[in-house]
């Protein structure tokens, strides 16, 4: 059983399209991610839920919108899709711990959607 | 800005020797940090972490090293194998934060 799956793999679109990436796990954690791999493999946070409630918002466009409908699922939906759009996006889960708990930010990442814009 | 790591360098290395990953970070209240794996075509995989409080910890195979004074972190990995050809991330957690900030990653390429 894969722990985090994303679907789908490969996506290829127009410029100003609209498209959704989904994402679920089943280890049970309480948080999830969305992170975006540029063509340099620099992994970027772009959102975090716990519990269904956002908690980290970093500077992203507001056409990016994610949507975590349960604790098992985050969506990622992008509006009016532009070519630096293009990028590998990994959704990660993690058990949320306590400031003294180590292994609270281990993160099991899904194997990513590799989104070209055209 | 904060930043984590280097930009993208390569390390070759010849099949059994040992490896050494390098990794600077500038965030002085980072209290955690990870290792991270990530082969072509797949996501990121966890290798080692290591609490702030210490400054060596040993998995099997992998050894990671922190030197908070110069905000330095290495891998080691011993009897490199084609297997360990990869991306490597380093990434560090701020005291008491949510966020994993990731390092920009080195290629380990293993020579048979």
């Known amino acids: 059983d894969t722990a985090v799956s994303q679907t789908p793999k490969y996506l290829v679109t127009q410029m100003g399209n609209d498209k959704s990436i989904k994402c679920e796990q089943n280890?049970?954690?309480?948080?999830m991610y969305w992170y975006k791999q540029d063509s340099k493999k620099f992994l970027k946070i772009m959102f975090s839920?716990?519990?269904?409630?956002?908690?980290i918002n970093e500077t992203v466009p507001n056409r990016f919108s994610p949507k975590s409908p349960d604790k098992a699922h985050l969506n990622l939906h992008i509006n009016s899709l532009e070519l630096g759009d293009s990028a590998v996006y990994f959704c990660?889960?993690?058990?949320?711990?306590?400031?003294?708990?180590?292994?609270?930010?281990?993160?099991?990442f899904g194997a990513g959607s590799r989104l070209t814009v055209l | 800005g904060e930043s984590v790591g280097l930009h993208l360098p390569t390390l070759s290395v010849q099949e059994g020797d040992n490896s050494i990953i390098n990794c600077a970070y500038s965030?002085?209240?980072?209290?955690?940090f990870i290792w991270y794996k990530q082969e072509s075509g797949k996501g990121p995989q966890f290798i080692i972490d290591?609490?702030?409080?210490?400054d060596k910890r040993q998995g099997q195979r992998v050894t990671v090293l922190l030197n908070k004074t110069v905000k330095h972190l290495s891998l080691q990995i011993a009897a490199t194998q084609p297997g360990d050809s990869a991306v490597y991330f380093c990434?560090?957690?701020?005291?008491?934060?949510?966020?994993?900030?990731f390092g920009a990653g080195t290629i380990l390429r293993v020579k048979s």
């Open positions: 990660a889960s993690s058990q949320m711990g306590g400031r003294t708990s180590s292994g609270a930010n281990v993160l099991t």
């Open positions: 280890l049970g954690h309480d948080t």
């Open positions: 839920y716990n519990n269904k409630e956002l908690i």
């Open positions: 965030n002085s209240a980072s209290d955690y």
């Open positions: 290591i609490r702030s409080n210490m």
């Open positions: 990434a560090e957690r701020r005291e008491g934060g949510n966020k994993l900030v």
